[in-house]
């Protein structure tokens, strides 16, 4: 496929502090947690680990999820 974009992360498993690298291609993450047998020149100081999501509701529409009621 003409013009795609891959781009490789190499850094520390934030569980096992393991060197991995992350594999994305077209903005999107199709690898993950291959290890690294040969690190990047100067070793990578990166930590890689899953993106936080906060869903947070306190309410909607007149109601309220923090009163005491």
Do not use: F
């Not at 781009?7 to 903005?27: I, S």
């Not at 100081?45 to 923090?66: E, H, R």
Request: some cysteine.
């Amino acid at each position: 496929m003409s013009g795609e974009q891959t781009c490789v992360l190499q850094g520390r498993d934030y569980h096992t502090g393991e060197l991995v690298t992350v594999t994305a291609r077209d903005g999107r993450v199709v690898e993950t947690g291959q290890p690294v047998e040969t690190p990047a020149l100067g070793g990578p100081n990166l930590w890689l680990a899953p993106g936080l999501v906060d869903i947070q509701v306190n309410g909607y529409a007149g109601y309220d999820v923090n009163s005491p009621e």
